[in-house]
T-cell receptor, first 114, second 114 residues
Framework: GAVVSQHPSWVICKSGTSVKIECRSLDFQATTMFWYRQFPKQSLMLMATSNEGSKATYEQGVEKDKFLINHASLTLSTLTVTSAHPEDSSFYIC??????????FGPGTRLTVT | GNSVTQMEGPVTLSEEAFLTINCTYTATGYPSLFWYVQYPGEGLQLLLKATKADDKGSNKGFEATYRKETTSFHLEKGSVQVSDSAVYFCALSDSGGGADGLTFGKGTHLIIQP
């Protein structure tokens, strides 16, 4: 099956700094990528949808100036958490829509803000 | 808005037992329904799906039937194995699953004991 990678798998940063998370589709082109956030023992919540070459569409309640999404190529999307605070600590998961419109998920990135 | 409710875990069963994980949904229109599985340290993988009422999705011995009248998509397996231990997520999409983000349930942690 299609593979999606995320980097880093785990990151710790200090409050007020920014951190970038990469999502790559390794063996397929993803015209659409999705970013989700998962709190402990909670479901995955869709944050935004990004299409290659255009601006991301954010879900209601998600601050677009805080969570910057870039989808510059068909195999790479990035999520930058700007001016991170402890409440941004979470598990961030991306997915790419591959051939046949099935979504393929990355393994996730755990962000801890101290 | 859309929502998915699935039974809380963990669910602990003995090997070869019968498995049912309940999932009900709320959605406008006619969503597509999915079950995803997440093994430790890996990304979510599509287990099965159904795109219209009365469809039955099946894979690896797991089955789920799209029941519009009860808005349910319960996951079943006749004889579970230790290797089935994982977290299972029920999800829905307004489209086939590629164009729109998914709405997930909270996940059910399944533990199979030998």
């Amino acid at each position: 099956g299609a593979v999606v990678s995320q980097h880093p798998s785990w990151v710790i940063c200090k409050s007020g700094t920014s951190v970038k998370i990469e999502c790559r589709s390794l063996d397929f082109q993803a015209t659409t990528m999705f970013w989700y956030r998962q709190f402990p023992k909670q479901s995955l919540m869709l944050m935004a949808t990004s299409n290659e070459g255009s601006k991301a569409t954010y879900e209601q309640g998600v601050e677009k100036d805080k969570f910057l999404i870039n989808h510059a190529s068909l195999t790479l999307s990035t999520l930058t958490v700007t001016s991170a605070h402890p409440e941004d600590s979470s598990f961030y998961i991306c997915s790419g829509a591959g051939p046949g419109h099935e979504q393929y998920f990355g393994p996730g990135t755990r962000l801890t803000v101290t | 808005g859309n929502s998915v409710t699935q039974m809380e875990g963990p669910v602990t069963l003995s090997e070869e037992a019968f498995l049912t994980i309940n999932c009900t949904y709320t959605a406008t229109g006619y969503p597509s329904l999915f079950w995803y599985v997440q093994y430790p340290g890996e990304g979510l993988q599509l287990l099965l799906k159904a795109t219209k009422a009365d469809d039955k999705g099946s894979n690896k011995g797991f089955e789920a039937t799209y029941r519009k009248e009860t808005t349910s998509f319960h996951l079943e397996k006749g004889s579970v194995q230790v290797s089935d231990s994982a977290v299972y997520f029920c999800a829905l999409s307004d489209s086939g699953g590629g164009a729109d983000g998914l709405t997930f349930g909270k996940g059910t942690h399944l533990i199979i004991q030998p």
